[in-house]
């Protein structure tokens, strides 16, 4: 059964409602099994606020797929590894497991959905120039690996209020526009329920924040958009096809390679948590929480647009170039490229010197760019006040 746009939008609100009502009930359980962060240096919240709102967004999200989507594979085993991260995630928000427990609850969950849900097993893919590739034996492992990966982009970058939830709605809006493209109509249909869930749970994420997802939310979105993209995103047949998750998602994924090659550059454990996220970083140039999250929300959407648009501008025609569609979609692509970069550089380096400058007006420029420097070096800054 093919589902339409409309089945999308009504089981996005139904996973927006559901996930929204439920909620503050998560809360108060978490205050009662003592799931609560506390302010601390690393984070940027000021007082004590309850996790396990992942428990939410699992009850949304499965509540809508149990309505629109069949009792069958693929989306049990869906369902399945959703319900194992989701149980993992909470535990840890509980009790703190230790990063290798963690790291074995998600391939479990991975593991789980590529046992029970074959089709979600990239086996093939499409690459610019080279065309078709099979995966063969490296199906499992390779599909697996790309599950956990995106599973600790999201569970690394989600640091201040309603970053993640609302940087997930956004990709999963984005998955949802080019799986329909595609005719993949279900697992557009889940990836519409994934932004629901996100959105809902935003109402009561959006700073100040009274709950956070904590690694139960954060794990399974995660691993809801990673499904998302090998159900359907990959297997669109376009030749970027690949490149479509990594475009969508590249916020989480440049922020969390950033924080992870800074961490072994240092030869600091990389599981072991710090405050060089990009949020982090934007905070302590002056940006408030919310002007924080709304200048990666614009970021994500912008290069949600782009990933978009790949599938409506006719650049290729059967792997022949058109000079005029593939000139503007070089545009785009440029575009974005030069956006990121004004973001990750003048936003966060540039500003800071100006900061500085007008902080310490009797120091020379050549002064101000080595503190910069020697700063950027360690990721040792002193927070900045606007």
Known sequence: MSLSGWDALFACVVAAFVTAAVTPLTARLAHRLGAVDAPSERGLSDRPTPRLGGLAIFVGVAVATLIWL???EPWTGVLAGAAVITFVGAIDDVVDLRPALKLLGQIAAALLVVTLAHQARVESFTLPLIHHVDTGELTVPLTVLGLVAIMNAVNLSDGIDGLAAGVCAIAAASFAVIA?????TRPGALAAIIAGAALGF?????????VFMGDAGSNLLGLLLGCVAALGTVKTGAAIALFLPL????VPFLDTTFVVLKRMKYRR???QADANHFHHRFSRIGFSQRRTVLYLYAWTLMLGGVAVATR?????DHGDLRAGWAVLMGGLLLLALLASVYLVYVLEILKFRRLLRRQQPKRSSAEIDADVEARLETGEWE???R
């Open 202 to 210: 935003l109402v009561h994420n959006f700073h100040p924040a009274s």
């Open 180 to 184: 329909f493209d595609a005719d993949f």
């Open 247 to 250: 475009l969508v998602l590249a």
């Open 312 to 316: 409506f501008v006719p650049y290729s």
């Open 70 to 72: 069949p009792f069958e």
């Open 383 to 385: 927070a900045v006040k």
């Open 269 to 271: 454990p990389v599981y």
